[in-house]
């Protein structure tokens, strides 16, 4: 696998609102990469363990969280979305996107997230079948969900990124010709329809190969991230769960990006490439699995504080029948942490009045929140424990999974509130260390 540099031309149309050297034309060096054909490169024996030894940590880890990782799937994506949001500069929380996401209102930083979030489900869920041929049509549409308001289809003009102004001249880095570009993405099309070898292996040379391509005008992160759960699943690598690999990515984007990098150098540094996309795989795996058993541990817990509520207030019977909407309620928690009684009504299928009396005990007993809206009117009820821990996985990510009271995350939501956890839980906000698998 190899690349080549074509030389081009850069004399803006259209300069107006442009600076001075962004204005000067000149030549720039843009880089094609090659084709990458079906199979997989041979490597080196360092960077094929570090990949077979990641595919058995998201094994077992997918084992481990089993059927839950069915509920647990939208919060872990959600966890990936708002995680690829931070790299590329939209600092959004995990309550303002959950809130977004239901009430379909918010910043713009939120919804573009929650279009993520709707991108990544519909990646999996369409192009997870393995019998599947996987097309550029399938890529051009998943581009599409994230970034609907963009025109559609595959760029017809240079890109390039980074760079300390708006040319090409001073970029960081100069993606492929407009020109080539359909070439190039139904190759990597074809190298995710293929599911032999290491599946790790090919999703960080398919996801590598798609941001060096940079296909579209924008999206092209979370488009590329999107694909790396498809790979996975389309190889079984992962049955249950969704491993949030660019997580972890987010970080140590400094890492990300010399990475990226080094897949372009001469000769590429393809090993080092997949021996850094195994480790965040092998991180990201710990992080999903504790993750999972803190939401088995909160689900419990919750339970148990209405349970106490209702004998405290004398209610019969203490502890509710199992058809009752307030458990029905708290077994969908992790999924769905933003209520209001017209979703509860309707997923619920009951009605309006008996939803708000669920929403109104569970907020009484103190498990869930009320959040108003800007001319304080009561907007929604909130799991704020549910959500804190997905902002709790979210800095132990930025860190690498180590102690996040002596070194705060570079990047990543805030240390969400301690006080709602028990003496346990504080102990375990204050540092995460991945679990060994």
Same mark, same amino acid.
Request: charged fraction near 25%; glycine fraction near 8%; aromatic fraction near 4%.
């Given at each position: 696998?190899?690349?080549?540099?074509?030389?081009r031309?850069?004399?803006?149309?259209?300069?107006?609102?442009?600076?001075?050297?962004?204005?000067?034309?000149?030549?720039?060096?843009?880089?094609?990469?090659?084709?990458?054909?079906?199979?997989?490169?041979?490597?080196g024996?360092?960077?094929q363990?570090?990949?077979?030894?990641?595919?058995?940590?998201l094994?077992?880890?997918?084992?481990?969280?089993?059927?839950?990782?069915?509920?647990?799937?939208?919060?872990?994506?959600?966890?990936?979305s708002?995680?690829?949001?931070?790299i590329?500069?939209?600092?959004?929380?995990?309550?303002?996107?959950?809130?977004?996401?239901?009430?379909?209102q918010?910043?713009?930083?939120?919804?573009?997230?929650?279009?993520?979030?709707?991108?990544?489900?519909?990646a999996?869920?369409?192009? %997870?079948?393995?019998?599947?041929?996987?097309?550029?049509?399938?890529?051009?549409?998943?581009?599409?969900v994230?970034e609907p308001?963009?025109?559609?289809? +595959?760029?017809?003009?240079?890109?390039?990124?980074?760079?300390?102004?708006?040319?090409?001249?001073?970029?960081?880095?100069?993606?492929?010709?407009?020109?080539?570009?359909?070439?190039l993405?139904?190759?990597?099309?074809?190298?995710?329809?293929?599911?032999?070898?290491?599946?790790?292996?090919?999703? %960080?040379?398919?996801?590598?190969?798609?941001?060096?391509?940079?296909?579209? #005008?924008?999206?092209? *992160?979370?488009?590329?991230?999107?694909?790396?759960?498809?790979?996975?699943?389309?190889?079984?690598?992962?049955?249950?769960?969704?491993?949030?690999?660019?997580?972890?990515?987010?970080?140590?984007?400094?890492?990300?990006?010399?990475?990226?990098?080094?897949?372009?150098a001469?000769p590429p540094?393809?090993?080092?490439?997949?021996?850094?996309?195994?480790?965040?795989?092998?991180?990201?795996? *710990?992080?999903?699995?504790?993750?999972a058993?803190? #939401?088995?541990?909160?689900?419990?817990?919750?339970?148990?504080?209405?349970?106490a509520?209702?004998?405290?207030?004398?209610?019969n019977?203490?502890?509710?029948?199992?058809?009752?909407?307030?458990?029905?309620? +708290?077994?969908?928690?992790?999924?769905?942490?933003?209520?209001?009684?017209?979703?509860?009504?309707?997923?619920?299928?009951v009605?309006p009045?008996?939803?708000?009396?669920?929403l109104?005990?569970?907020?009484? %007993?103190?498990i869930?929140?009320?959040?108003?809206?800007?001319?304080?009117?009561?907007?929604?009820?909130?799991?704020d424990?549910?959500l804190?821990?997905?902002?709790?996985?979210?800095?132990?990510?930025?860190?690498?999974?180590?102690?996040?009271?002596?070194?705060?995350?570079?990047?990543?939501?805030a240390?969400?509130?301690?006080?709602?956890?028990?003496?346990?839980?504080?102990?375990?906000?204050?540092?995460?260390?991945?679990? *060994?698998?």
């Open positions: 696998m190899m690349g080549a540099y074509v030389e031309l850069w004399h803006p149309e259209d300069a107006g609102g442009l600076s001075r050297k962004d204005r000067a034309p000149g030549r720039y060096l843009a880089y094609v990469p090659d084709e990458l054909g079906d199979s997989l490169p041979t490597l024996a360092e960077a363990g570090a990949a077979e030894d990641a595919l058995s940590v094994a077992r880890a997918d084992e481990r969280i089993g059927v839950r990782g069915r509920y647990l799937n939208h919060l872990l994506i959600r966890s990936e708002i995680s690829s949001s931070w590329e500069g939209n600092r959004v929380t995990p309550k303002r996107l959950a809130i977004a996401e239901l009430l379909h918010g910043p713009r930083q939120a919804l573009d997230v929650v279009a993520n979030v709707r991108a990544t489900e519909s999996i869920a369409e192009l %997870a079948d393995h019998t599947r041929t996987i097309e550029t049509s399938d890529i051009v549409d998943l581009q599409h994230i308001r963009l025109e559609r289809g +595959l760029r017809r003009e240079q890109n390039w990124v980074g760079g300390p102004g708006w040319s090409p001249l001073r970029a960081a880095f100069v993606p492929p010709p407009e020109t080539v570009v359909p070439r993405v139904a190759d990597v099309a074809r190298f995710v329809t293929d599911t032999a070898g290491n599946p790790v292996v090919r999703a %960080a040379i398919a996801h590598a190969q798609f941001e060096t391509i940079h296909p579209f #005008i924008d999206g092209n *992160g979370r488009t590329g991230r999107a694909l790396i759960h498809t790979v996975l699943r389309r190889a079984d690598a992962l049955r249950h769960a969704l491993i949030p690999i660019s997580t972890v990515f987010a970080g140590d984007t400094d890492a990300y990006i010399a990475g990226l990098t080094g897949y372009r001469d540094a393809l090993d080092e490439w997949v021996i850094g996309f195994a480790q965040a795989a092998e991180k990201a795996a *710990g992080h999903a699995v504790r993750l058993e803190d #939401i088995a541990d909160l689900d419990r817990d919750v339970s148990d504080r209405l349970v509520f209702r004998h405290d207030r004398g209610l019977p203490a502890v509710p029948r199992r058809d009752a909407v307030v458990l029905r309620i +708290l077994d969908t928690l992790a999924s769905d942490p933003v209520l209001t009684a017209e979703s509860v009504s309707t997923r619920l299928a009605s009045a008996a939803a708000h009396r669920a109104t005990e569970l907020a009484e %007993a103190g869930l929140g009320r959040t108003k809206d800007q001319r304080g009117r009561l907007g929604c009820w909130t799991a424990r549910h804190a821990l997905v902002a709790l996985t979210e800095r132990s990510n930025g860190v690498g999974g180590g102690d996040t009271q002596g070194r705060k995350p570079r990047l990543g939501p240390l969400p509130d301690v006080s709602q956890f028990g003496a346990r839980r504080q102990a375990s906000t204050t540092r995460r260390d991945a679990p *060994g698998l």
